[in-house]
């Protein structure tokens, strides 16, 4: 009996130890997003967009109401879909704003056309905006084409209201459901409205940090951001709601006009929620990439081995006639997504590699022709000092690029060896029952 309450204490210890080695890892990952966003100036982005929505939520909202009430079988969903938006993104700032800002809406859907189309491209700067500050998070360098980011924003101003109607249509009829067995077996109706909500702002956020970058995006990745972002929401709206009925110091401030600096400082706050929950989905695959290689920045060491494993995959790839998706050409290297697009990007320009439909590569250029030196200039990693530098620094650093160079006349045919004929997939596959094995 005693052994058995030793190994049991044993087993106990172990997962504890176990969770708080998983915790600390947590909490420097978090550290370093929160140190990630600090640098990206996430606070000035946040301050950009919050004055940025304060200008073209109406527009939003009568340009998302009038879609909805295109459709009859929405109609009954409008008030509930208002409801909804005032909820979530007007949490405790004030019944007043809330009822001028319907005056807004029902004001803005009287306007002729020509109204309604300057409305329409006010709720487009605004989708760019955040379709920049995103994208900036993401380090894209390579924005997509001016016609494509039109088509998504009208797309999602067009269809975005119709699945927030359909949701919070199914989302009734399940409530429904419950309540008809047992709602308060599981919770409560307001238990179960208060999940539901949570969990369509995670699908909501996941949905915009996987859409909107202009890159591959893993969804497990866009997930955790996204839940990152939803359990922050809910506790600011708590948060938030109980600071301004304990300490309603706006009011006492500001009188009759407190609601518009409360909205503002509300909508700053969550624009900080929102991309510290993008930061948390970017910095993601380049905390691993750092974690893999034992260091954060790539020096010109690693951008080299990256080009090198690259063009093998894509070597081993043609020989079998298959194109190789971006998303599994850098899979299981030490690489972030922007070191990858930055070194395929020097690739393509160098003419090594071209980038076909769908994201797909093909190598375009006989690796028995191109020597290591000729990516070397690609990758722009050339040790030549140039002139004016001190005498003696800039002989050390001539001797040490012509020493290099004598190296760099190999091909890279000879360098990567002979091409194994599998594909990356087979790759992976190899790898993982390695892994297993």
Known sequence: MNAKSENRDLRRWFAWLKFVLKAGRIGRFLGYAGLRFAKDGG???????????????????AVGLSVLAGFPAFESWRVELQLFVFENVLPDVGIAFSDHLITFIENAKKMTAAGMAGL???ALLLMSNINGAVNEIWRVAEPRPLAARLVVYWTILTLGPLFIGASLSVSSYAFAAVQWFDAAALGGGLGLSRLASTGFSILGFALIYLVVPNRAVHPGHALTGGLVAAVLFELLKGGFGLYLREFPSFQLVY????????????MYLSWVVILFG???????????????????VAGPGARMALALSLLARLRDASRNGVRVKERHLGRGLPATPAELDETLRALRDADFVERGRGSRWVLCRDLDDATLGDL?????????????????????????????????????????GPADGRTQQDGDAIAERRKLG
């Open 278 to 296: 993008a930061q948390v989905a970017a910095a993601l695959p380049e905390w691993r990439a750092a974690q893999a290689r034992g260091r954060s």
């Open 120 to 122: 329409a491209v006010t």
């Open 255 to 266: 009188g009759a006009v407190s609601a518009l600096p409360i909205f503002l400082v509300w």
């Open 43 to 61: 606070p000035r982005q946040a301050a950009g967009l919050s004055y940025a929505s304060l200008l073209a939520i109406v527009p939003l909202l």
């Open 376 to 416: 070397n200039v690609a990758l722009e990693l050339g040790l030549r000092p140039g002139r004016g530098w001190h005498p003696a620094a800039e002989s050390a650093v001539s001797a040490l690029a012509d020493a290099a160079e004598a190296r760099q006349a190999r091909s890279i045919a000879e360098a990567l």
